[in-house]
């Protein structure tokens, strides 16, 4: 008999038959729990080779992945993984692994969703006309021509990639900021520029860059302070990326035309929150990823990354790829599935 092998889901949130028969196959145990704390979780997870988790909260410290002893794999239903300390996780050997792909669609369709309803006020011109206005909303809100447009993107990945081929066909300019990727540009249709450039001449700008120490912040006093009067600030990726204090203080003193955001600072948005008051923001509850379909791909992924790691494979997607694991871990490409 083979060993067995157990898995902890830390922060259950939905049915996991599908996850429990799939693992069960593979000789995995999945052990479901609700466990908000570190002390709750270490307790948990005393005898996890496998953790699973899903929350953007769920505090995969440095101190609980001291004590994960047999753990070999942590993997998480996202593509984000700030909430679980990497470095920590690199030191101890443990692969971390993601659901990179499983959401490219639903976001950059998310971020296309808000950045035109932005070019178009439509979110604006919807409530006027339940206010039982018919004429004058673009006398006082003049509309720009989509194709004479620039786009930003800031950050250039998988999201922000996807973003720009279904935004061509408005055949806008476009332009990305990423320090990792090489320009003058790419795939013929974005120009590579620097951050301070991009901000200065884009209309729109969209955010597709991961929460790290680097990120936090990025677009605060001093970006908003080089954006045009009309420009829109779309964020897709993490709250904390946007110093909200800035923002809003931009969208008060009319520095900036408006903002679109599936991601806010605190989540959810306080009832206090000045961010629902203005005409000129859009705000969706971080439901950027959602669809029946990325739920399904998920699923299906972080069961692969789980089954993967304790079979002596990597995962998919490892976010930690230079770690070296406790066990030693053959090429994803050679796992039978
Ligand atoms: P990705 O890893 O493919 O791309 C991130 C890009 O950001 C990379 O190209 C990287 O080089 C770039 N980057 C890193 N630091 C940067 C910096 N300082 N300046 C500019 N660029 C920088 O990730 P992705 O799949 O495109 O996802 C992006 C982010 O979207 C995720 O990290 C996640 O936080 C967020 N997200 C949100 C939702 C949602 O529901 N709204 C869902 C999935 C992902």
């Given at each position: 008999?083979?060993?067995?092998?157990?898995?902890?889901?830390?922060?259950?949130?939905?049915?996991?038959?599908?996850?429990?028969?799939?693992?069960?196959?593979?000789?995995?145990?999945?052990?479901?729990?609700?466990?908000?704390?570190?002390?709750?979780?270490?307790q948990a997870c005393a005898d996890a080779d496998a953790v699973i988790l899903e929350g953007a909260k769920?505090?995969?410290?440095?101190?609980?992945?001291?004590?994960?002893?047999?753990?070999?794999?942590?993997?998480?239903?996202?593509?984000?993984?700030?909430?679980?300390?990497?470095?920590?996780?690199?030191?101890?050997?443990?692969?971390?692994?993601?659901?990179?792909?499983?959401?490219?669609?639903?976001?950059?369709?998310?971020?296309?969703?808000?950045?035109?309803?932005?070019?178009?006020?439509?979110?604006?011109?919807?409530?006027?006309?339940?206010?039982?206005?018919?004429?004058?909303?673009?006398?006082?809100?003049?509309?720009?021509?989509?194709?004479?447009?620039?786009?930003?993107?800031?950050?250039?990945?998988?999201?922000?990639?996807?973003?720009?081929?279904?935004?061509?066909?408005?055949?806008?300019?476009?332009?990305?900021?990423?320090?990792?990727?090489?320009?003058?540009?790419?795939?013929?249709?974005?120009?590579?520029?620097?951050?301070?450039?991009?901000?200065?001449?884009?209309?729109?700008?969209?955010?597709?860059?991961?929460?790290?120490?680097?990120?936090?912040?990025?677009?605060?006093?001093?970006?908003?302070?080089?954006?045009?009067?009309?420009?829109?600030?779309?964020?897709?990726?993490?709250?904390?990326?946007?110093?909200?204090?800035?923002?809003?203080?931009?969208?008060?003193?009319?520095?900036?035309?408006?903002?679109?955001?599936?991601?806010?600072?605190?989540?959810?948005?306080?009832?206090?929150?000045?961010l629902r008051d203005f005409d000129s923001v859009i705000l969706t509850p971080h439901t950027g990823a959602?669809?029946?379909?990325?739920?399904?791909?998920?699923?299906?992924?972080?069961?692969?990354?789980?089954?993967?790691?304790?079979?002596?494979?990597?995962?998919?997607?490892?976010?930690?790829?230079?770690?070296?694991?406790?066990?030693?871990?053959?090429?994803?490409?050679?796992?039978?599935?």
């Open positions: 008999m083979p060993p067995r092998f157990q898995a902890v889901n830390i922060d259950c949130n939905f049915d996991y038959t599908f996850e429990t028969a799939k693992l069960a196959a593979a000789g995995i145990d999945l052990v479901l729990r609700k466990s908000t704390t570190e002390d709750e979780i270490i769920t505090p995969m410290t440095a101190r609980v992945i001291a004590a994960l002893p047999k753990c070999r794999i942590i993997a998480k239903y996202a593509v984000g993984v700030d909430n679980i300390d990497l470095p920590a996780a690199t030191a101890a050997g443990i692969v971390v692994a993601n659901a990179a792909d499983y959401c490219t669609e639903e976001v950059s369709d998310h971020a296309v969703a808000l950045i035109m309803a932005s070019a178009r006020k439509v979110m604006s011109m919807d409530r006027f006309v339940r206010r039982g206005e018919w004429a004058g909303f673009t006398k006082a809100n003049p509309l720009r021509r989509v194709s004479q447009l620039t786009l930003g993107l800031v950050g250039l990945g998988r999201i922000a990639r996807a973003t720009a081929r279904k935004m061509a066909g408005f055949q806008m300019r476009i332009l990305a900021a990423d320090p990792y990727v090489k320009g003058p540009s790419v795939d013929g249709v974005i120009e590579i520029v620097p951050l301070e450039r991009l901000l200065q001449e884009s209309d729109l700008i969209s955010i597709h860059v991961p929460l790290m120490p680097e990120t936090r912040g990025m677009i605060g006093t001093a970006a908003f302070k080089l954006m045009k009067p009309t420009a829109v600030v779309i964020n897709t990726s993490r709250g904390p990326v946007v110093e909200q204090e800035a923002l809003i203080t931009a969208l008060r003193e009319k520095r900036i035309g408006g903002a679109a955001l599936d991601v806010v600072a605190e989540e959810p948005l306080p009832a206090s929150s000045p959602d669809s029946i379909d990325s739920m399904a791909h998920v699923r299906r992924t972080v069961v692969e990354s789980v089954s993967a790691g304790l079979a002596g494979y990597w995962p998919p997607f490892p976010v930690n790829a230079k770690v070296t694991p406790r066990a030693d871990l053959k090429p994803f490409a050679e796992y039978p599935r």
